[in-house]
């Protein structure tokens, strides 16, 4: 979740930063994010898995990048958000909501790629595109639930500042704390497993005549996906355990001010992982419609 400061206003630093990361992280997020989308729908002939995961992964940070602009005017007007209380929750919902039902479906590209690579004949069987276009609507829907939480992140109906300033208990609430932490450590956990064995296996499969193989490609895409989640996810999530252990009183409260910034900064950070999915993706299929992979279903290489 976001910063609770009580009445205390965002600092002029916090403020910068989150400025100078917000107006790239929108432009060539959404840039990159509107090519990938139109590679998807206008170059690629057939739907795969890999494909179903990304458009979702594509929509919901989307959806994402279009709350920045909102945040930038919120901080910049801390004690007077003048566009209503039931926007302000909407799009309270679409930020929290959709970053870790990106968290979700990242996951699920790298279990994706995992069985493809590691198990290519248990993955004919428990692989199809319905069943990926299943697991998307799941996790939409399982996310949306945590709109209800949304409604309760400021004390008074009457809302005042948008994006922080949230009341006392959301902090104090160790369900939702666990739910969240369990969410990110546990994907990070099982991504970096994945990408392990995909890697110890794609190595497996290297051509000692000819390094520059397929499977190279297919290493360097990975470990690229999994550092990128790693350095934009990482961060906050650590800054807010550190802070929910302030807000407890676990840790002295003389630390609150500069932990809350570090969310804050955090937290900004985390948001260009929307970047570069869209930077990713666009450039994963752009070079893989020129230079195809061979087909995940009968190959230890994959198509990402």
Known sequence: MNDTYGNNS?????????????????????????????????KVKKLSESTVYMIALIFLDTLLLLT??????SYHNATSWNL??????????LYFVNMYGSILISLCICIDRYMVIQHPFMALTLRSVKKAALVCVVICLG???????????HESPKILSCFHNFST???KNIGLFSTLQITFFGSMATMTFCTAQIVRCLRKCRNPDNPQTLTTRAERIVV???????????????????YFLVKNDIINKSFQKVVRDIVQI?????????????????????????????????STTQKP
Not at 68 to 73: D, R, V
């Open 68 to 73: 920045l602009p909102f945040k930038i005017i």
């Open 224 to 242: 690229t996906n999994l550092v990128a989640f790693l350095i934009c996810f990482t961060p906050y999530h650590v800054a807010y355990l550190v």
């Open 84 to 93: 209503g209380p039931k926007f302000c929750s909407a799009l309270e919902s």
């Open 266 to 298: 955090t937290l900004s950070w985390a948001n260009l992982n929307c970047c570069l999915d869209g930077v990713c993706y666009y450039f994963v299929l752009k070079e893989s419609l020129e230079d195809p992979l061979p087909n995940t279903e009968t």
């Open 143 to 153: 996310t949306s639930v945590g709109t209800v939480c949304t409604l309760q992140l």
């Open 10 to 42: 965002i600092s002029a630093t916090v403020q910068l930063f989150q400025f100078v990361m917000y107006i790239p992280t929108l432009s060539v997020g959404l840039l990159f994010n509107m090519m990938a989308l139109c590679f998807l729908f206008f």
């Open 169 to 171: 208990h959301i902090w």
